[in-house]
């Protein structure tokens, strides 16, 4: 089966400083990845749509100067927050979408658990 | 508006049946999905529904109704490990995944 990896599992910063969370399909093209965000004990929040050799696309309410997507190669997406705060601390996970364009073909990453001091 | 509803907390007994139901409200719809979350876990796919009836997969069986806009998903012979979070997803017009806020499922001994 398709499957991604995301690095770091975990990542604890400092206010102010810059993390960048990888996201890898490891054995399949994904011409898009999806970043998403969730709290505890909430649901999935969509962040932004990443496009192979495009912009993302960002979701209402999500600042894209603060949290760079950059998806330079048909395996690799990367997130950046830039100038964290505490209230950046979540679990941030990304899936990947097989080139066929099913939505039914999303695979998610294990996720990456960000706490900003 | 978009609304995806779902239990927030449901309680079920080893060896037992639980049904987790699922409405909707989408602009556009392609597909029902319910996915599996273990704590701290990223997701895991359990099933997709396009067409009105029933899937069965194992122990896990889920339901679509269009015309209603419902869904549920069945879990037969409960086992310990099936504690998780099952968040029920929809396909939208722009085939982005709408999310559901998850049901909490706990299993008792």
């Known amino acids: 089966g398709a499957v991604v990896s995301q690095h770091p599992s975990w990542v604890i910063c400092k206010s102010g400083t810059s993390v960048k969370i990888e996201c890898r399909s490891l054995?399949?093209?994904?011409?898009?990845m999806f970043w998403y965000r969730q709290f505890p004990k909430q649901s999935l929040m969509l962040m932004a749509t990443s496009n192979e050799g495009s912009k993302a696309t960002y979701e209402q309410g999500v600042e894209k100067d603060k949290f760079l997507i950059n998806h330079a190669s048909l395996t690799l997406s990367t997130l950046t927050v830039t100038s964290a705060h505490p209230e950046d601390s979540s679990f941030y996970i990304c899936s990947a979408r097989l080139p066929e364009g099913s939505v039914y073909e999303q695979y998610f990453g294990p996720g990456t658990r960000l706490t900003v001091t | 508006g978009q609304n995806i509803d779902q239990p927030t907390e449901m309680t079920a007994t080893e060896g037992a049946i639980v049904q987790i139901n699922c409405t909707y409200q989408t602009s556009g719809f392609n597909g029902l999905f319910w996915y599996q979350q273990h704590a701290g876990e990223a997701p895991t796919f359990l099933s997709y529904n396009v067409l009105d009836g029933l899937e069965e997969k194992g122990r896990f069986s889920s339901f679509l109704s269009r015309s209603k806009g419902y869904s549920y998903l069945l879990l037969k012979e409960l086992q310990m490990k099936d504690s998780a979070s099952y968040l029920c997803?929809?396909?939208?017009?722009?085939?982005?995944?709408?999310w559901g806020a998850g049901t909490k499922l706990i299993i008792k001994p």
């Open positions: 997803a929809v396909g939208d017009s722009n085939y982005q995944l709408i």
């Open positions: 054995d399949f093209q994904a011409t898009t």
